[in-house]
């Protein structure tokens, strides 16, 4: 944070202070080196990467890479670009965030302020949830979608996601709730408001910092799911698993520079929600933690 | 039948009973404080009468109608809390009136109550701010203002000025008290200060683990404890406690005890009859304003009766000087005016009220009766 360098908790001399900067300066290249290299090569011809000038600016800028990953590109049989699959993902990631944002709030405020017996197993199991690879779960869900009609459609991912998701928003929201003051619900009981004018008057005006984590985390691993979306996303499969085909198919000329723009569009949505999100996050987390 | 009517009411956890047969009746305008330490049941008792905890035995009733199974906010009361538990994302004026706008209260009767209310609190300047730029003092105000703007049958304060600085807590417990008369509402009060309990109450119950000690005016609980955890608890410094002997002497009771050097003295009760008790040990309690210079004796007592004994301490603290000797080896405090001429460790002729004297029996810690 910019913040903190005018009061550092140890004050340091100006050598070692350039020393930092320094070492810090070479980390952040060495970082952004990929990103570097990503974003040159998609805007050359595929000829200049080819020749063997992957560092080097290109010689002839071009935006026809981005065109043709968007949407001519041919990604399994047909040419369609990464258009229909970025909709997908839209389509899928959306509602799966606010679904299991929203169920993981209610959860948090039934599990720390509707406290009944056996509440801590139920947060025990769900927490457990978090912890349950992927893989192990695949059988059973694909069985589950199909008996419910879902298998290979953008709901049945969101139904998958949801699911998913739930542990993680349910633990954020419930450790978030604990702290709540619970002499403000009673208070509210007593005022004569019920569960849910409760949840949507008073806990949840103050619920935007965990709310923010939430969606950045549950955005972040959505969009960036493969395995679900290979295995049940059938003919509607999202960005991940587009890219993904784009970028193996072993036919024809390996076009680098489209594939470096195509995974630049697949990254792009979740670098969005970091930054605009990730300020809010960081001025939430602030605001109540210093009095004054 | 009482206004409010707690009758018989127990409350376990499990297996474990925490609150014992309450039996409590308060009258329409009282103030009744629950007074005790920590864990001593007060404030469950107090989310009971709320509705916030569940009722295990017995039943409490408001104007008549038992309230055990209703909820809080059919209950018609309205509490203030210990934190004040004021909505942070609204502003005090939609704090206030949070309660009438769920029970659908029309706007303008809403803004009619908040105006009379924050006039009556002296708020008016701070509607439209939220809890986090108010002050202490003001949060209070505004805990207190959501409560009056209900028009409740009962109101409930859960040590609503603990969270306060020292100053600003006897201003406010002079501002409740001055609002008790003006409004002559029946209130319940828990704290665990006995000196608000003395100064706010018009009847006291002294809670100990679970059980209500005494209940009774503050002048009743004050001078006429009646057990041992009572006579402790409440007043400060606590009453002297003082190991003695019980003897009779031409029909008359007296107390035996040791001064400083271990001579005996004897201190003689008044009016009672204590021959059940003749030649036993008791204890002696004593409270420290009833140990005075000679000067500073209440006049209008019969048996004030003089004590020679050694100085240990002497406490200027203003006010008064508290005065520190030992007698049947315990610590005695006794409190005298702040220009009583008495130094440390120079004997001291005191004078002992005796008529506020009392007696305890030192098995079962009760007070014995004459």
């Known amino acids: 944070m910019s913040v903190a360098s005018q009061d550092t908790a140890v004050s340091t001399g100006r050598i070692t202070r350039m020393l930092i900067y320094l070492i810090l300066l070479l980390f952040a290249l060495f970082y952004l080196l990929p990103l570097y290299v990503m974003g040159v090569n998609s805007v050359k011809p595929l000829s200049e990467i080819t020749g063997g000038n992957m560092m080097a600016l290109p010689q002839e800028w071009t935006l026809d890479p981005w065109r043709s990953a968007w949407s001519t590109a041919q990604i399994g049989v047909q040419a369609t670009g990464l258009k229909p699959y970025f909709l997908t993902s839209i389509l899928m990631v959306v509602p799966a965030v606010v679904i299991s944002t929203m169920i993981g709030a209610i959860n948090g405020y039934i599990l720390t302020k509707w406290r009944f017996k056996g509440d801590t197993i139920i947060f025990g199991l769900m927490l457990f949830s978090c912890f349950i690879p992927f893989q192990i779960v695949l059988i059973p869900m694909a069985r589950v979608l199909g008996i419910l009609g879902l298998a290979g459609s953008v709901p ?42 409760i949840f949507w008057r008073i806990m949840l005006p103050v619920s935007g910092p965990i709310t923010v984590v939430c969606v950045i985390w549950q955005f972040t691993n959505i969009w960036n799911d ?33 594939h470096f723009a195509a995974a630049i569009l697949a990254a792009i949505p979740t670098l969005i929600v970091y930054i605009v999100a990730g300020r809010y996050f960081v001025r939430g987390l602030m605001a109540g933690s210093v009095k004054g | 039948m009482g206004f409010l009517d707690i009758r018989n009411v127990t409350k376990s956890y499990g297996a474990v009973e925490v609150l014992h047969r309450v039996d409590i009746a308060v009258d329409e305008g009282e103030f009744l404080v629950l007074v005790g330490p920590s864990g001593c049941g007060k404030s469950t008792l107090l989310n009971m009468i709320a509705g916030l905890e569940s009722i295990s035995g017995g039943e409490i009733a408001i104007k008549d109608r038992v309230v055990n199974g209703v909820h809080p906010s059919k209950r018609n009361i309205a509490m203030v809390f210990q934190s004040y538990a004021l909505y942070p994302n609204m502003t005090v004026g939609q704090n206030i009136t949070f309660g009438l706008e769920m029970h659908g209260t029309p706007r303008p009767e809403r803004d009619r109550a908040l105006a009379e209310v924050a006039k009556l609190l002296q708020i008016d300047h701070l509607l439209d701010r939220k809890p986090g730029q108010l002050s202490g003092g003001q949060r209070q105000r505004v805990a207190m203002g959501r409560a009056l703007v209900r028009d409740p049958d009962v109101f409930l304060f859960d040590e609503p000025l603990s969270n306060l600085d020292a100053k600003l807590r006897v201003d406010m417990r002079t501002e409740i008290k001055k609002l008790h008369h003006k409004l002559k509402r029946t209130i319940v009060y828990v704290t665990h200060d006995q000196i ?175």
Do not use: C
Request: charged share 15%; hydrophobic share 45%.
């Open chain 2, 196 to 370: 608000e309990a003395m100064t706010l109450s018009t009847r006291i119950a002294v809670m100990n683990k679970g059980y209500v000690q005494q209940l009774g005016t503050p002048k009743e609980i004050y001078d006429s404890p009646a057990n041992l955890f009572v006579a402790t608890f409440m007043g400060s410094p606590a009453m002297n406690i003082i190991p003695a002997k019980l003897v009779v002497e031409n029909g008359r009771a007296l107390a035996e005890i040791t001064d400083a050097g271990g001579k005996p003295l004897r201190l003689g009760f008044g009016a009672g009859n204590y021959s059940a008790w003749e030649g036993r040990e008791i204890l002696l309690g004593i409270r420290p304003e009833a140990i005075t210079d000679p000067e500073g004796a209440d006049r209008n007592s019969h048996n004030v009766q003089p004590l020679h004994n050694m100085v240990t301490v002497t406490e200027p603290a203003g006010a008064d000087t508290f005065v520190t000797m030992v007698l049947s080896g315990k610590d005695v405090i006794a409190r005298m005016r702040a220009d009583a001429a008495v130094h440390p460790h120079q004997p001291f002729d005191f004078a002992v009220n005796m008529e506020k004297a009392v007696a305890f029996d030192p098995k079962t810690g009760d007070r014995i009766q004459a």
């Open chain 1, 156 to 197: 049945g991912l969101i139904l998958v996601h949801v699911v998913y998701g739930l542990g993680f928003s349910t633990l954020y929201f419930r450790n978030y709730y604990a702290a709540f003051p619970t002499e403000l619900v009673r208070a509210a009981q007593i005022d004569g408001a019920g569960f849910f004018r």
């Open chain 1, 226 to 258: 493969f395995l679900f979306g290979a295995s049940f996303g059938g003919t509607t499969q999202p960005m991940t698993v587009a890219l993904n085909n784009l970028v193996q198919s072993s036919t024809g000329v390996k076009e680098y520079n489209v």
